[in-house]
């Protein structure tokens, strides 16, 4: 699995070099990425290394959904509520063009500051939000419109009205609704894509994930909660469940890896909107003219064959 | 282990273990207390208040199909260790006591059986290995029930009890959400039925992903069907939780499961259903 991860990246890399010299200085630094993601799956990352994308998939100035969509789509428009009983601030939806084609664009959504932290729950979902999200999906399936989610949530709410208006069952429905898509969905990971929260809205075509971001079961803290019966020994439970884009990327959960500027997405919002545009834009050519069967059919044979299971012990 | 010899008397009241947990026949509402042929003869339900005590995955074949009808399939399935996971000890560990603890290779017994003289398939989970958790050998075997279902052109009938995904296959453990959605898409694409039955407990990535796809969602009385847990609620929130959170009870209440079957009348439930999803056939 580690050989098909390396040449995946090494196709991306000679993919980059024999690009026109003309982005030359910008490439150079998107080479030097690939060859360090190269390194990193050579060698082992260290539980240091780890740790560090789990602190920047949470740093404070990362840019969130609504930052990319600023500077990627054209005449944006929002979707608000699920038609059912609310509106869901932690989670956004909308329509708009990108790239020369009208997208239909789902988000989780965390606040800049404390007021708009609040509103927006930090990001996190309540079944109103999947409820929004399947509802621009049907939308854009009936109109043959691409989808792409952006997945940053460290969990979908843990709370009682969050309950009672049924978390799980709206997790479950949204991922079904996915499944059944017959238009191409792209999922990147630009954060946390934290448990059952995040794979709501990302049983995609194409799965891609930031340089930084992280993928993970349950929260590293939860974990360490649960295993170490101890919140504080998160750093040991990063480390255990291993939740960077690298090792995404070797157990094939993944399909690429997206780069990001120097030390990472929050010191330039631009760069960082450009790589993800980008990426976002070749998986959309590569899915194009397919027919809703066989993207159905493929995604959903996608999802079957991840982390094929031994035979025996 | 230990050279010591704990001796210890049965009685109503049973002292409460080492570990602060309470004998498993012992029936936490009532403290009334069992022999294990009694709780066997009545299905694992306190005959004095009404408890549902957990039901093994073997014990619930037998209590659900037909006598000597149920064929076990992927038997030989086992879990390896994709990450090599370690916290206070090795996941292969883990393993290797729940299957010893379990004489099961997984938390999830798959197989061909019938209900009422009606041919299903069947999916039952097991709690008493890790938690009943989902990692990638559960869904797997989840999706062969649905594949072996769809082909069979018979119901699967899915009996869940569970925390969720399993920690320790880390990422595949998540993926086995969509897997499990995936194929019960496929069922559903081929005409087939799931009738998914919600034991204490279901919950978090089970909950979220084929348990709560069922055509019909059947809970058993007080089972706890929740995303998360009251205690993580409670302390993530700070909120007051109702009496009733998260059970089976206020999960019909809010219209998520068709109906709350006492344990007694699970069978003849599904026999029905299973005879009205056969049409006539």
């Known amino acids: 699995m580690a050989g098909e991860a390396e040449l995946r990246l090494r196709e991306q890399l000679s993919r980059l070099r024999s690009l026109p010299l003309l982005r030359g200085a910008k490439l150079s630094s998107e080479l030097q990425r690939l060859q360090k993601q190269l390194d990193r799956i050579g060698g082992e990352q260290s539980d240091e290394e780890i740790w560090r994308s789990v602190e920047l998939a949470r740093h404070p100035d990362r840019p969130y959904t609504l930052d990319y969509v600023e500077r990627l789509f054209e005449d944006w428009f929002e979707l608000h509520g699920d038609r059912q009983h609310g509106d869901d601030a932690a989670l956004v939806a909308g329509i708009g063009r990108f790239r020369g084609r009208t997208v239909v664009l ?208 | 282990m230990s050279e010591r010899i704990d001796v210890s008397i049965e009685h109503k009241h049973a002292p409460i273990e080492d570990g602060g947990r309470p004998h498993p026949n012992t029936c936490p509402k009532c403290d009334s207390h069992y022999r294990d042929d009694e709780l066997e003869q009545h299905l694992n339900v306190c005959p004095q208040c009404g408890h549902h005590f957990p039901v093994h995955a073997r014990e619930r074949l037998r209590q659900l199909s037909d006598e000597d009808s149920f064929v076990e399939e992927a038997a030989d399935l086992r879990s390896d260790d994709p990450l090599d996971f370690f916290d206070l000890r090795p996941y292969t560990e883990r393993l290797a006591e729940a299957e010893l603890a379990t004489g099961l290779g997984e938390a999830m017994v798959i197989g061909r059986g019938a209900i009422e003289d009606l041919p299903c398939q069947l999916a039952v989970m097991e709690f008493g290995f890790m938690g009943g958790s989902m990692g990638r050998i559960v869904g797997e075997k989840f999706a062969r029930a649905c594949e072996g279902a769809a082909e069979r052109g018979v119901p699967l009938v899915s009996v869940t009890t569970t925390g969720g995904a399993r920690m320790q296959e880390g990422i595949l453990s998540l993926m086995q959400l969509p897997k499990t959605v995936c194929a019960v898409e496929d069922l559903h694409d081929a005409g087939g039925a799931l009738i998914s039955v919600m034991a204490h407990p279901t919950t978090a990535g089970v909950l979220a992903s084929f348990a709560s796809l069922g055509d019909v969602l059947v809970a058993e009385p007080g089972a706890l069907l929740s995303f998360t847990g009251p205690r993580v609620v409670q302390q993530t929130t700070r909120e007051k939780l109702p009496e009733d959170f998260g059970l089976a009870e206020s999960n019909y209440r809010y219209g998520h499961v068709d109906a709350i079957v006492p344990r007694p009348e699970l069978r003849p439930t599904l026999g029905r259903l299973l005879r009205l999803f056969a049409n006539g056939r």
């Open chain 1, 106 to 313: 789902v988000g989780n959504q965390k606040g800049r500051d404390v007021k708009e932290r609040t509103r927006r729950n930090f990001g996190m979902a309540y079944p109103e939000g999947y409820g929004k999200a399947m509802r621009a999906m049907e939308l854009a399936d009936r109109h043959g419109f691409p989808v792409v989610t952006l997945v940053d949530i460290p969990g979908a709410y843990p709370g009682v009205t969050a309950e009672q208006h049924g978390q799980g069952g709206a997790i479950a429905r949204s991922q079904a609704l996915m499944s059944r898509l017959g238009v191409p969905a792209i999922t990147c990971v630009i954060g946390e894509g934290g448990s059952g929260g995040a794979i709501a809205t990302a049983l995609a075509d194409r799965v891609l994930m930031q340089e930084n971001a992280i993928y993970t079961v349950i929260s590293p803290e939860g974990c360490a909660a649960i295993l170490w019966r101890d919140a504080g020994e998160a750093r040991k439970a990063a480390a255990a469940f291993k939740p960077d884009a690298a090792h995404c990327l070797e157990l094939g959960v993944i399909d690429a890896i997206v780069p990001e500027p120097g030390e990472g997405a929050h010191i330039d919002h631009d760069e960082a909107a450009r790589l993800l545009g980008d990426a976002l834009g070749e998986s959309l050519d590569e899915l194009e003219g397919q027919s809703g069967d066989d993207l159905r059919r493929h995604r959903r044979v996608r999802f079957r064959t991840i982390g094929q299971v031994p035979a025996t012990r």
